[in-house]
């Protein structure tokens, strides 16, 4: 017999922001699995869209731009990501990191928005 576990219901992002209201346009949908080596950082860059990840091996923080907030994942946890606000993945540990993240985009819409200057002051 099937179960079904929701395993993530909500209406804010994993810094506790609310999330705005869904795209209006025609539909895309973007599922991307991304490998985060060890000891390695993303990009600085925010979303203008909503998008939701699963952790399937491996454990990385993410961390806003500003310094308010971090928050730390690890294999099996979800997370609603944050809509326009700066931030980046950070992988400490000595161990790859595997995600897979869906994004219920529009057609043609960047799924990210880099920062590049705020790599310079770190």
Not at 49 to 54: C, E, K, R, T
Not at 61 to 69: R, S
Not at 72 to 80: E, I, R, S
């Amino acid at each position: 017999m099937a179960t079904t576990t929701t395993v993530l219901r909500t209406d804010e992002a994993w810094n506790g922001e609310k999330l705005p209201d869904h795209l209006i346009g025609k539909p895309e949908i973007v599922i991307n699995k991304v490998l985060i080596p060890p000891k390695t950082n993303l990009p600085w860059h925010h979303h203008d869209l909503m998008s939701y990840a699963y952790v399937i091996r491996g454990e990385f923080y993410i961390v806003l731009k500003d310094g308010t907030k971090e928050k730390h994942f690890k294999q099996g946890d979800v997370l609603c990501e944050t809509v326009g606000s700066i931030h980046r993945g950070e992988n400490r540990s000595d161990a790859e990191c595997e995600l897979v993240v869906f994004y219920p985009s529009k057609k043609d819409m960047p799924l990210s928005v880099l920062h590049p200057e705020c790599e310079v002051s770190k």
